[in-house]
């Protein structure tokens, strides 16, 4: 290809056709400014392309790592309930008469009272997002102010438990 532009330079100059040249010689640098922009876009393409994919597995990530963060909120609060129904049968035998009192069964009333369950989510994901700030990786607004947020939120949770 670029032989047959050197060969049309050379045989424009031979002939002293200036002007013309100087049309050839623009054109030539048009196409250069051309193929130029084009490989800027295609790069750009692709690094969107790449951004969105890294997006999708983050996503991805973050959603199962909630997954699992739920499920332990859910077994936390089923122990908690537990708790509280043992701590209610326990003051519903308030005041409590030691002579009519069944040991067994206070006993088994008590048996969900001392029990100490906290929630513990696994942060990996957004702790990687934060010391990385890839935050910008997420293209949805709501969602990354929703998990920047994600730290108060947990703090205020574990402050109430």
Sequence with gaps: MTRIFNTIRQRLLKENRITRYLVYAIGEIVLVMVGILLALQV?????????RKKEQVLLSALHEEFIANKAQLED????H???M???RSIMAEFPINPDSLDLDSFQTKTRHFFARHTFNPSQGIINSLVNTSSFDLISD???RKLL???NDVLEDYQEEE
């Design 85 to 87: 129904n043992s701590t």
């Design 148 to 150: 920047v947020s994600w």
């Design 43 to 51: 790069s750009t393409w692709n690094q969107e392309r790449q951004a």
């Design 76 to 79: 936390v609060l089923t122990y």
């Design 81 to 83: 309930r537990k708790a």
């Design 141 to 143: 607004g709501e969602l």
